[in-house]
């Protein structure tokens, strides 16, 4: 199976721009779809971005399209999220995860492997 481990979280103000990287480890991640996820205090988990194997497809969730973009290089075995603009709801933990099939969408339960997660904080 994959480990997951996210890194890149931070402070930052609104406006700015943060890269969160998802390194995995213990198989490729050519054979997984990849996704993030956050979840902010007292709300529930919700997806924001996924990518196919081959890096060709992706799809956002509406709050965060044109300003996430999500990347991965499997021969580097790194997944990275691109956040510009970043709003004060952008705040959250923020988790990489994989599944091992050919499309998982934005549903959380399709995903087989999570990450530890990574700390954003907007400030307004």
């Known amino acids: 199976q994959v480990q997951l481990v996210e890194s890149g979280g931070g402070l930052v103000q609104a406006g700015e721009s943060l890269r969160l990287s998802c390194a995995a480890s213990?198989?490729?991640?050519?054979?997984?779809?990849m996704a993030w996820f956050r979840q902010a205090p007292g709300k529930e988990r919700e997806f924001v971005a996924t990518i196919n194997r081959s890096g060709s497809n992706y799809y956002y969730a509406e709050s965060v399209k044109g300003r996430f973009t999500i990347s991965r290089d499997n021969a580097l075995n790194t997944v990275w999220l691109q956040m510009n603009s970043l709003k004060p709801e952008d705040a959250a933990n923020y988790y990489c995860a994989a599944a091992e099939t050919n499309w998982a969408g934005q549903l959380a339960t399709r995903y087989d492997y999570w990450g530890q997660g990574t700390q954003v904080t907007v400030s307004s």
């Open positions: 213990g198989r490729s991640l050519s054979i997984y779809v």
